[in-house]
């Protein structure tokens, strides 16, 4: 079977949404694995953006936004940024939000503010790189009952420590999320451009559930910039299907993967 | 109620001034923002304005680029698909902007409990993050004990969090249509803008289109931002170009991913004043910039029918004229 490692990490996250969950995506692959997962084995899903969105599925192409016209036209529902992250998602009643990342940390915590020259001290300067900020990243993760992340595997993305926390995962890993009496339940897989990590269900700690065919744990490693563990049930992540690909390619009608 | 139809350059001069705490909304990156109002702001040379905003979109990135603003409390600073916003990046990494980050549900309850003259908001969500323990406006602060501040529970003695509440000195909102009062009905996700209207002092809208007040007594639910509320309203067609208006025209994807280029220098963004801002005066002039082309090109999409409902109350420009010269503002 011939596919991508892009297609690989889209299938791979749409696997991680089941049937009648509530979700909430971004725009870009998390949509595109998203729209994957509901045209394909999730029929009973349903999507919602953060702007209050709800209903739809894009039309004409992948979005360029989470508001704009593609994922508008066959809404059934349009309403605000407080019904949506407030009332369906700080309230407890999503299921599963997907999220992109800049940078990880071994406890899932997410950077998408900036990075800086130097480890940050007292002093909080301007950002060598301003990136995107929370959006609703945070909300999602504190809110959401499962959170999938998803970036590229690279050192300097899977660091010891972020530049910035903007999105909590498991803070300081165990228990520490309780803290803050999140309501959601945090991150329970990284879908990496190599394979997939999951938490430790005690430390909470990243660790190597499987990897890609075209990857290996090596390579994983290699690409983190912490002593990455790896489960003991760690296994090869199924590779797509004909039919998983098919459906992909049909959703993905402006060609986002090609572009990438 | 009177008739509160106004020009743009009358709007800007009248209600903006230096220095101001000023909102446009929806405050979102590819769809509906105020645009052709930050424009002529950019115009009439306004400075230092603290922009309170749910999200970033082209405005707040002329804002940025153009040396507008100074302070920008918000959620967002990228287009999404569009990418990173150039003239918003450079400006932040140079210290020319101060931007205050928080998420956009703690934007969206920030303009709630600012509308209900709460003292604060509670915070389930920002907290733990380094939107909590980081503020940009006060850098020597760490961890930052008076941005989103502990409070505790009085009923529970659980430990949360204080959002500040936000209350702009003047919102301007694009809406799809209204009338001449101002109540109006806006098309695709609200975003804030329900509560961003009752948040700020002065509430100004740009519209699509002028409909006839028979629409909104026909589908008063649908009217989520009345009368009560707005100053002034001036009708402007196409004006969150290149952004897109659900319901009526696509985002320019051309002129989105041009504009951000020519954002990411002071050249460029020179260029893009004389070129699309330098270069129009009236509302004709305006279209003209854009291109008959083009503008076909964006008004077929596949949320036309959007509109179908409300088209037999749209007001024509010459009704619109004529309307002009009976407004309180005339």
Not at chain 1, 176 to 183: F, L, M, S, V
Not at chain 2, 45 to 72: E, M, P, W
Not at chain 2, 131 to 156: H, L
Not at chain 2, 235 to 258: I, K, R, T
């Given at each position: ?10 299938i ?9 969950d509530l ?8 949509m ?5 997962a ?7 899903a349903?999507a919602?953006?953060?702007g ?15 508001e ?46 900036g990075?800086?020259?130097e480890p ?17 990243a ?19 993305r ?33 879908i ?8 430790d ?25 912490w ?12 590779e ?21 | ?14 209600y ?14 590819v ?31 002329l804002?940025?680029?153009?040396g507008?603003c ?7 600073s ?17 210290g ?7 998420s ?29 323990y980081?503020?940009?406006f ?5 961890p ?8 505790t ?19 301007v ?44 007594r026909?589908?008063?639910n ?5 009368d ?15 952004q ?6 696509d ?10 280029k020519?954002?990411?220098?002071a050249?460029g963004?020179?260029?893009f ?17 854009i ?26 420009d ?13």
């Amino acid at each position: 079977m011939e596919f991508t490692r892009q297609e690989m990490m889209a299938i791979a996250t749409g696997r991680e949404i089941r049937d009648g969950d509530l979700c909430i995506f971004g725009v870009g692959l998390s949509m595109l694995a998203g729209y994957f997962a509901l045209a394909y084995h999730a029929k009973n899903a349903k999507a919602m953006t953060e702007g209050g969105v709800y209903g739809s599925s894009p039309v004409g192409g992948l979005p360029w936004g989470i508001e704009d016209n593609r994922i508008s036209a066959n809404a059934t529902c349009f309403t605000g940024a407080l019904d949506a992250l407030g009332f369906l998602v700080a309230s407890g009643k999503c299921d599963l939000g997907i999220i992109g990342a800049a940078q990880i940390d071994k406890y899932g915590n997410v950077n998408t503010t900036g990075f800086w020259e130097e480890p940050e001290g007292p002093h909080f300067g301007a950002p060598k790189t301003r990136l995107n900020g929370s959006g609703g990243a945070n909300d999602i993760a504190c809110g959401a009952k499962r959170v999938v992340v998803m970036l590229a595997h690279e050192k300097k993305r899977f660091a010891e420590k972020v530049d910035y926390l903007t999105t909590p995962g498991y803070l300081d890993g165990g228990n520490a999320r309780e803290k803050y009496h999140y309501i959601g339940g945090g991150p329970v897989s990284v879908i990496t451009t190599l394979g997939i990590l999951r938490p430790d269900p005690v430390t909470k700690e990243l660790m190597i559930d499987s990897y890609y065919p075209f990857s290996s744990i090596e390579e994983m490693k290699a690409n983190t910039a912490w002593d990455l563990k790896v489960s003991q049930r760690v296994t090869v992540t199924p590779e797509p299907t004909a039919e998983e690909l098919e459906v992909l390619h049909a959703v993905d009608v402006t060609n986002v993967l090609k572009r990438k | 109620m009177p008739n509160k139809l106004i020009q743009l350059r009358d709007a800007v001069s009248k209600y903006t001034r230096d220095g101001m705490v000023y909102c446009s909304g929806g405050g979102l990156p590819v769809g509906s923002d105020s645009l052709v109002f930050g424009k002529e702001m950019l115009r009439q040379g306004r400075k230092n304005i603290h922009y309170l905003t749910h999200c970033s979109s082209q405005q707040v990135n002329l804002f940025c680029a153009a040396g507008v603003c100074d302070k920008v409390e918000a959620a967002f600073s990228g287009l999404e698909v569009y990418g990173f916003a150039n003239g918003i990046r450079h400006a932040v990494e140079s210290g020319r902007v101060i931007w205050e980050d928080y998420s956009n549900l703690s934007m969206s309850l920030r303009f709630l409990g600012g509308a209900l003259r709460w003292p604060f908001v509670p915070a389930t969500v920002n907290i733990g993050s380094d939107m909590q323990y980081r503020s940009a406006f006060k850098p020597d602060e760490y961890p930052c004990k008076s941005k989103i501040p502990e409070i505790t529970d009085p009923f529970t003695g659980k430990v949360y969090g204080a959002l500040p509440v936000a209350r702009p000195e003047l919102v301007v909102i694009h809406v799809t249509m209204a009338d001449v009062e101002g109540n109006a009905i806006f098309l695709g996700t609200e975003w804030s803008r329900f509560e961003l209207a009752r948040a700020a002092d002065q509430v100004i809208l740009q519209a699509d289109f002028i409909v006839d007040t028979d629409c909104m007594r026909q589908y008063p639910n649908l009217v989520r931002i009345p009368d009560l509320l707005v100053e002034a309203v001036i009708p402007w067609q196409l004006g969150a170009w290149p952004q897109c208006s659900v319901g009526v025209y696509d985002s320019d994807e051309e002129h989105m991913a041009g504009m951000n280029k020519m954002l990411g220098t002071a050249e460029g963004t020179a260029e893009f004043r004389k070129k699309y801002i330098d270069s129009w005066q009236t509302h004709e002039e305006f279209l003209a910039v854009i291109g008959s082309a083009k503008i076909d090109k964006i008004m077929k999409n596949a949320t036309t029918h959007l509109m179908d409902p409300y088209r037999k109350w749209i007001k024509s420009d010459q009704e619109i004229a004529a309307l002009m010269t009976q407004s309180k503002f005339a």
